[in-house]
């Protein structure tokens, strides 16, 4: 990578104790030379979408924020569990706001998608929703490799709070080093 790379994380889990912020949280360690990982602040305060509160109350400040720093990152990694088959409440809500905001922060923007669950499948039926989502607001999502973290569970400490599996340390690297070339290659 011979440019330095900003990189966020939009975390879609809500709970303390989420096994898919743990994974966000391994992700700067992991990140390749030339590419720094922030996160973006939390999404659990956002009031539910409601066009006329957009009308009367302008965008909330906290979507206002993460707008920002999408718009001034080269690259977004939306980091998140399945809820019902699908995604969470919470993020698809953030989603939404970010979505009316006139000057769209994901739109033409490199994107990348991981999910976690305790289940065997590791959210595959919600980031396949969420690339869905994505190709309405013209984010331009990696394809492969795709990190989907099944029985995650057994892959972190809970007391440090971060991901300890050696394969799935590795597999994280890699996905984080192919989107780095991806970042490079859209942008051109």
């Not at 979505?99 to 033409?108: I, K, M, V, Y």
């Not at 892959?155 to 590795?170: A, F, H, N, P, R």
Request: aromatic share 6%; with cysteine; proline share 6%.
């Amino acid at each position: 990578m011979s440019a330095s790379l900003k990189v966020v994380t939009l975390l879609g889990s809500l709970r303390k104790g989420s096994f898919n912020a743990m994974v966000a949280r391994t992700l700067p360690k992991l990140a390749p030379a030339g590419m720094g990982i922030l996160p973006l602040p939390s999404i659990g305060d956002i009031p539910l979408y409601d066009a006329d509160l957009q009308q009367e109350e302008g965008f909330p400040a906290r979507i206002e924020e993460i707008a920002q720093q999408i718009h001034e990152a080269d690259g977004v990694v939306i980091v998140t569990p399945e809820y019902n088959y699908s995604v969470p409440g919470g993020l698809k809500n953030a989603i939404d706001w970010l979505s009316r905001l006139p000057e769209q922060p994901l739109s033409g923007k490199p994107v990348l998608i991981q999910t976690s669950s305790m289940g065997a499948i590791g959210g595959a039926r919600c980031q396949y929703h969420l690339r869905q989502i994505l190709v309405f607001l013209d984010a331009m999502v990696m394809n492969k490799p795709e990190f989907m973290g099944g029985v995650i569970q057994s892959k972190v400490d809970q007391q440090t709070g971060e991901v300890v599996d050696q394969s799935t340390l590795d597999h994280l690297s890699g996905q984080l080093t192919a989107f780095g070339d991806y970042i490079q290659r859209v942008r051109r």
